[in-house]
């Protein structure tokens, strides 16, 4: 069974956020979110997982993927360039405005503990 097939016969539960849960990403992504922007971003999130329970509602089985829009309109070829190198190593010069550099790499202040 194609994986199209397959996602759209799951019944997945509906997306619905609370404030809590948008606290916790705020908090997670480290943002300092005030009642309003709170309230603000709990709705768009819940109007973006509207749009999702809508597009997962329509079947798609038969339907195959699409690499590029374009493919549903005419026949689309991928222009791929050749896989070659084009920049020179220039490491030396781009490490010059690095604050540490130690054996060629960028030395960065430890954020994970």
């Known amino acids: 069974m194609p994986l199209a097939a397959t996602l759209s016969a799951i019944a997945f539960p509906a997306m619905a956020l609370t ?8 908090e997670l992504a480290r943002l300092d979110l005030d009642a309003g922007e709170t ?7 819940n109007a973006f997982f ?7 509602a329509v079947d798609t089985s038969g339907v195959e993927p699409l690499y590029t829009p374009l493919a549903a309109i005419g ?3 991928l222009r791929l360039r050749d896989d070659v190198v084009t920049e020179g190593d220039d490491r030396a010069a781009n490490q010059l405005c690095a604050p540490a550099v130690a054996g060629g790499l960028f ?3 430890k954020v994970i503990e």
Do not use: C, G, T, Y
């Open 39 to 45: 309230a603000r971003m709990l709705e768009q999130l």
């Open 19 to 26: 404030s809590s849960d948008v606290r916790r990403i705020a």
């Open 75 to 77: 026949d689309a070829h």
């Open 107 to 109: 030395l960065v202040p």
């Open 50 to 56: 509207r749009i999702v329970e809508q597009m997962s």
